[in-house]
């Protein structure tokens, strides 16, 4: 691979679980991590968790690694790549920050060994969706080793640059729609008279199991649900209520408007 040292500039909940796969999937041990993080908090968890992990400041980090992962907040993006020390040439350079395009990054850097990329936050029990595109100038290897490190939190796609806010408006936002699904099912049991923790457990793991069904089967969301929608039977009435109320278009405009807030806050940046 073509990296032997790996800078992560930010230590939250998203590198959290991109180095956890990193090192649990042995693309990179701890010791060759480098941690840039300003809260002490932050620097404890990762102290008690990956102590190996070395902890140093940002020109420090940057002048040792071979790659850098900016898993920073789109705001704060630009200065962090602005700040006086940091050396960017001949870096792997890896963000995580929605709505920032390559040509603004590439821009910023200086360079085009630049990849833009978008988990979710299910990468922190290994069962991301991600998808990533990559600037000009990285190589085959680089483009390699990056899918090593997304393949191991869960599911990774190469996609270009132009997709990446609809990838942000679909499977970067989309575990919250999920979220809400299954918060709304287990009210519905609750409704009907289950107690609370049994609606819950039985609403998660019917989501659980029937995503786990489509990705095994490689059905049609459809083909799936027509074969439990028996004629004048419990399952039609209830699609037809869902129909009704909407949810096909509040899902597919909840996925365009977050796609265009991913546009617009590039824009913005």
Known sequence: MSVQKLAIIGGGQMGRALVGGIVAS??????????????????????????????ADLAAAVAECDAVLLAVKPNVLMSVIE??????QNKLVISIAAGIGLDDLCEALGHSRVARVMPNTPSLVRQAA???????????EDRAWIQAVLDSVGLA?????????AVTGLSGSGPAYICIVIEALADGGVLAGLPRPLAMQLATQTVLGTATMIAQTHCHPSELKDAVASPGGTTIEAISVLEQNGIRGALIEAVAASAERSREMGRKG
């Open 157 to 165: 796609v190469e996609v270009t640059d132009s997709q990446m806010d």
């Open 26 to 55: 042995e693309v990179i041990s701890a010791d060759q991590v480098i941690l840039v993080e300003p809260d002490a908090a932050s620097r404890q968890w990762w102290a008690n968790q990956h102590p190996a992990v070395k902890i």
């Open 130 to 140: 991600s998808g990533y595109c990559c600037g000009t100038d990285v190589s085959p």
């Open 83 to 88: 700040e006086e020390g940091a050396k960017w």
